[in-house]
């Protein structure tokens, strides 16, 4: 999952978490998620390294 | 000597033109042999009337040119000609019959004390672009919060991909950025730089933002920016375009249509990407507030435990009070019919060797030993015969 889709999940699991009346059951899958994807996310922040590629010179396109 | 021309020939009420029919004619030969056209001069008694009007003369060396330029179109504009001034006008010549004069019907005035043809020719697509709805802030587009690819329209050795590769790399490593070459510059930079951004249609590299750009140079360098043809295919680019040109002066066409212009190449990198030490902060108070929202979560939940089990103990104190009162009861009428207490009014239990208790004659032939138990203890005993049934 890309991290934009991960952070957004993150943030609607917070909300939820604090703004709705779940049952335990309910709040801790939805923790156990939330913590989840914060590994996820921590995770790509530190590992990533920057990636540069050339698009193939197709027609028109040389410099 | 040659005949006298007659110039009275045809001098009657007739043959004369009235001078409404000449000038009539007159305009309409002018109006035919001149369409509207461009027409550079400069600037004299300006005068704008009240009614909005312009009337000036264009002159230069040779000749003047008699000008009105209505309020329709130089209320467009945004200031008025003064007098010495070089402009180029379009417009359209015609004869003003009334006062019998030549003049020119100015559409549009442009000055030409900066930049002369090039701001002539960028006026013009800018003025195209405009009519197309291409410059409509409407249509600039939201730059995505986290990017997954960035495509880079450059030079591939020229400054600004390595300060944008710099850039990205510090702020946000996560992205890919995939470089379109083009020749930004010289001939045949237009048609370079068009096909690049084609490239990122429908269909073509799948990204999320497109940084178009090189690094400074000068004003005449930047022509591949200002044209026409360019700013269309970056308006026409389908995810957001940053176009940094590294100008801070000079404002392209293709920043005026792009969905934001950036300053120089880095700061387009700047703006097409988040910088990770924010996001880790951010990251790190939606992992506080996750724990947080559980706690509370939980915290609630025990909270209804406790009252629960408030009212369950107590009823079971009742229950257990109800059974004690019970067991009283039941034990006073247990011990009222122990046999223990019908001993000690007297009876006595014969019991057998088995331990059976003898309650009847057949079970006590003569000779039987049997033990007999009163109130105190029990003795041995033997029938002796004796007896009778009753």
Partial sequence: ?63 | MGTPLDLFAAASAEGAWTVGEVTRRARAVIEAGLPPLWVRGEVSGFKAWRSGHWYFTLRDKAAQLRCVMFSRENRLLPAAPADGMQVFTFGRPTLWEEKGEFRLTVLELLSTEQGGLWKLAFEKAKAALLKDGLLDPARKRRLPPFPRRIAVVTSPDGAALRDIEAVVARRWPLVELVLVAAQVQGDGAEASVCAALARLGPGGLDVDVVIVGRGGGAAEDLWTFNSERVARAVAAVPVPVICAVGHETDVTLCDLVADLRAPTPSAAAEAATPDQADVLVHVAHLAERLARGLTQRSQRVLDRLDRTGDRLTGAIAARLERSRALLTAHGARLDALSPLKILARGYAVATGADGRVLKRMAQLPAGTSFRLRVTDGAVGARVDGSGEAS
Wanted: glycine share 8%; aromatic share 4%; net charge negative.
């Fill in chain 1, 1 to 63: 999952m890309d991290f934009g889709k991960q952070l957004e999940r993150l943030e609607a699991i917070v909300r939820r978490l604090e703004a709705e009346d779940l049952d335990l059951d309910e709040a801790l899958k939805l923790f156990e998620e939330g913590v989840e994807r914060l590994r996820a996310a921590r995770e790509q922040l530190t590992q990533a390294e920057l990636k540069v590629k050339k698009a193939l010179t197709g027609e028109g396109a040389g410099s």
